[in-house]
């Protein structure tokens, strides 16, 4: 039920970049007191000048309101989009006092009013912040409820500019004190929905080091790339600019985040800039309704004490891993790192400082690694509904959900309307979440049927890019329709899965005769019978192949092979996760840990070696340093290495086998994972003659030890 009936929706003029409005009231007693409030973009509520939530960038990112997607670039869509704005309840009883009170809203773009950053083509939702609230106030004698009506005031705040790609630029030295009448705004064509999802907060403090001056300008390193602000002092003008990387003179490098087609409005580099202007007396500054990606900064002008705040989705990292094996660290290390930076708005991004979109394509594959290692069961729950909220009538999922634009394919970025779910009920043992998605994961898989000529996935919507892999170290060589052909056989399989857990045992017929029909056309189409490779071979597109079902032991054997042979990975994002999966669920282990064991040109030591703390958008180098989507594969240190793995048909960790890699000396490791059923624990000892294998685990999961 909407909480907001008979409310009205109130903000500023346009031309306001961040309006505060103000409501007195009175109250006599108070029982209890609950403030139920959105916004858009952001908001922050306060009542008698004290927050009501430490949560930050409310509400979470949504497809708020219709608008013309024919702006967007790459806007292969042909239907509508179901809308929602999310509301909150705050208990605000102990903010209040017997007497005058006063609440306020301070509004934020977000990515409703992003009008600067033009790659992706026109993201804004529209040009003018608003907000509603109601205060119910439970009282000795009834209830009492004050609607947002028209009657508040707003005005400026220091905040002169402010956008989630550009920065912040708050000025203190102007009149702020001018108090005008709001204007009520027309009411939203949409869904204002109670929230759901995760949202952002500050995590933790770093003391950044200062290691040089260039140019009148003081260079800081956090020591790891991170997503947050930094607070600094001062009480003149003082300027500073973010980047991921500096250059050998230590100024700071952009190329990470300003790359030729990150272009804007104002035709200005897409360079992280905060501006603080005081007005002559001493005050603490930080950015407030912007973050920024980085591990390095440059601060211009008189300054004291700079301090970093980190900020990311409050998802608690639920797993813990330590080894003697450096790339093993490092994976896991970099992985973690670079999968909270990605957290935001309840949304996976494929980079916190480019884009900040939740593309499917890398959300999907990283999803079920996230799931194993953090706490994300409410994050995932609400983005599942944003991939869902924007599929077409005609069943195209989207490349990013919310949809914001972006590039992408109908195999590894619309899948995320099967494989999302799938992972989360295998992680959370939850079938109601099948149970939501099955009708969206039907309509995608017609899609994919009208999009096939002879049985393979040939093409995707108008403007479409229609991708296979992406991102491998030489020019992708594999096939798309290879690529999309294999994800609709595995779609089909688990889809085969899921219909039998909520009773469609009717369907399964229809996929597995799809499912025939698009293997034979594969093999008919992309196997050499004389090499025994699919798709040439190349970039591991054999993997594909043996991850979907159609191949198997003899092909995998292969794989290990050639991969033993080259130590380094020449896949794409998409095949980098799959072939670890194959190779560690055909028993070589062992090559995956040689793998990550290499220091060469597209190996994870390479990032390494090159300064990495976070996981690279390409293992070259090239464009964004803070891309999870290669790290997908750091589920196999859990499954793989310590082999705790589901027994098939199963899910939720009630019924697992350990199966601990054996085969590969030298080795002391531990890790654990957090379950629904409790926590499950492995260590393992290679380093004597006979290998030693220690479990610890809850007594209500059946487990055998291998």
């Given at each position: 039920m909407n909480k907001l009936n008979n409310c009205v929706w109130i903000g500023a003029t346009k031309k306001v970049v961040s309006p505060i409005i103000s409501r007195q009231f009175n109250i006599?007693?108070?029982?209890?007191?609950?403030?139920?409030?959105?916004?858009v973009g952001y908001f922050e509520a306060k009542i008698n000048d004290q927050a009501?939530?430490?949560?930050?960038?409310?509400?979470?990112?949504?497809?708020?309101?219709?608008?013309?997607?024919?702006?967007?670039?790459?806007?292969?869509?042909?239907?509508?989009?179901?809308?929602?704005?999310?509301?909150?309840?705050?208990?605000?009883?102990?903010?209040?006092?017997?007497?005058?009170?006063?609440?306020?809203?301070?509004?934020?773009?977000?990515?409703?009013?992003q009008e600067e950053r033009k790659a992706e083509g026109n993201l804004s939702f529209?040009?003018?912040?608003?907000?509603?609230?109601?205060?119910?106030?439970?009282?000795?004698?009834?209830?009492?409820?004050?609607?947002?009506?028209?009657?508040?005031?707003?005005?400026?705040?220091?905040?002169?500019?402010?956008?989630?790609?550009?920065?912040?630029?708050?000025?203190?030295?102007?009149?702020?004190?001018?108090?005008?009448?709001?204007?009520?705004?027309?009411?939203?064509?949409?869904?204002?929905?109670?929230?759901?999802?995760?949202?952002?907060?500050?995590?933790?403090?770093?003391?950044?080091?200062?290691i040089a001056s260039v140019n009148g300008r003081d260079i800081y390193d956090v020591g790891e790339n991170i997503t947050g602000v930094v607070t600094i002092k001062t009480d003149s003008t003082t300027t500073l600019r973010f980047a991921e990387n500096i250059n050998d003179d230590m100024s700071l490098n952009f190329t990470s985040c300003s790359a030729s087609y990150c272009t804007t409005k104002s035709s200005e580099l897409q360079i992280m800039t905060d501006t603080f202007i005081s007005d002559g007396t001493p005050r603490t500054?930080?950015?407030?309704?912007?973050?920024?990606?980085?591990?390095?900064?440059?601060?211009?002008?008189?300054?004291?004490?700079?301090?970093?705040?980190?900020?990311?989705?409050?998802?608690?990292?639920?797993?813990?891993?330590?080894?003697?094996?450096?790339?093993?660290?490092?994976?896991?290390?970099?992985?973690?790192?670079?999968?909270?930076?990605?957290?935001?708005?309840?949304?996976?991004?494929?980079?916190?400082?480019r884009e900040r979109l939740g593309y499917t394509g890398d959300?999907?594959?990283?999803?079920?690694?996230?799931?194993?290692?953090?706490?994300?069961?409410?994050?995932?729950?609400?983005?599942?509904?944003?991939?869902?909220?924007?599929?077409?009538?005609?069943?195209?999922?989207?490349?990013?959900?919310?949809?914001?634009?972006?590039?992408?394919?109908?195999?590894?970025?619309?899948?995320?309307?099967v494989i999302v779910p799938y992972a989360y009920y295998k992680q959370y043992g939850d079938t109601s979440i099948i149970e939501q998605c099955y009708?969206?994961?039907?309509?995608w898989i017609s899609y994919l049927i009208a999009h096939s000529e002879n049985g393979l996935v040939t093409s995707e919507d108008k403007d479409g890019w229609c991708l296979g892999d992406w991102a491998s170290l030489e020019k992708m060589e594999i096939p798309e329709p290879y690529v999309n052909s294999c994800y609709f056989v595995k779609d089909l399989l688990l889809l085969e899965e899921m219909a039998i857990l909520i009773g469609k045992d009717d369907d399964i017929p229809y996929y597995s005769d799809l499912r025939a029909t698009t293997q034979k056309a594969i093999v008919d189409t992309y196997f050499d019978a004389e090499t025994g490779h699919f798709a040439g071979g190349g970039q591991g597109a054999d993997a594909f192949a043996v991850w979907c079902g159609i191949a198997g032991k003899d092909t995998a054997k292969k794989l290990a092979q050639k991969y033993s042979d080259m130590g380094y990975f020449d896949t794409g994002f998409l095949c980098t996760d799959i072939l670890?999966?194959?190779?560690?669920?055909?028993?070589?282990?062992?090559?995956?840990?040689?793998?990550?064991?290499?220091?060469?040109?597209?190996?994870?030591?390479?990032?390494?070696?090159?300064?990495?703390?976070?996981?690279?958008?390409?293992?070259?180098?090239?464009?964004?340093?803070?891309?999870?989507?290669?790290?997908?594969?750091?589920?196999?240190?859990?499954?793989g290495v310590l082999g705790i793995k589901q027994r098939k048909g199963t899910a939720g960790y009630s019924d697992i086998i350990i199966d601990p890699v054996k085969t590969v000396s030298g080795l002391n490791i531990s890790g654990s994972i957090n379950t629904p059923n409790g926590v499950i624990s492995v260590s393992l000892d290679t380093t004597s003659e006979k290998p030693i294998i220690s479990v610890d685990a809850p007594n209500n999961i059946k487990i055998e030890i291998i």
């Open positions: 006599d007693t108070i029982k209890k007191a609950t403030l139920v409030v959105t916004g009501v939530t430490d949560y930050k960038y409310l509400p979470v990112v949504s497809d708020y309101e219709p608008r013309d997607l024919t702006l967007c670039a790459h806007k292969n869509t042909s239907g509508t989009t179901t809308n929602r704005i999310y509301y909150y309840n705050f208990d605000i009883t102990k903010l209040l006092t017997v007497g005058e009170n006063t609440l306020t809203i301070q509004l934020g773009n977000g990515f409703y009013r529209g040009d003018t912040l608003k907000c509603i609230y109601k205060i119910i106030i439970e009282t000795e004698n009834g209830t009492i409820e004050l609607c947002s009506d028209g009657s508040e005031t707003y005005r400026d705040s220091a905040i002169r500019f402010s956008n989630m790609y550009l920065g912040e630029l708050v000025d203190y030295s102007v009149n702020l004190q001018e108090e005008m009448p709001v204007n009520i705004m027309p009411d939203v064509n949409t869904a204002l929905c109670k929230a759901i999802g995760t949202p952002d907060k500050v995590i933790r403090t770093i003391t950044p080091k200062k500054f930080e950015a407030k309704f912007i973050f920024h990606a980085f591990r390095y900064f440059d601060v211009y002008g008189e300054y004291s004490e700079p301090l970093v705040k980190v900020i990311h989705a409050d998802t608690p990292v639920t797993c813990t891993f330590t080894s003697n094996h450096e790339g093993m660290n490092f994976l896991y290390d970099a992985f973690i790192r670079t999968q909270l930076d990605n957290m935001h708005g309840s949304i996976p991004s494929d980079c916190p400082q959300g999907q594959l990283v999803a079920p690694t996230a799931m194993m290692m953090l706490d994300t069961q409410d994050f995932y729950k609400k983005w599942i509904r944003d991939i869902l909220d924007c599929q077409d009538i005609d069943g195209h999922v989207r490349h990013t959900a919310p949809f914001m634009g972006g590039g992408g394919g109908p195999g590894g970025w619309g899948s995320a309307v009708d969206n994961m039907k309509l670890c999966e194959v190779l560690c669920n055909y028993g070589y282990t062992d090559v995956f840990l040689s793998l990550l064991g290499s220091e060469k040109l597209g190996t994870f030591l390479y990032m390494k070696r090159h300064g990495a703390t976070t996981i690279w958008e390409y293992f070259i180098g090239k464009c964004s340093h803070n891309h999870p989507m290669f790290g997908a594969c750091t589920r196999q240190l859990f499954q």
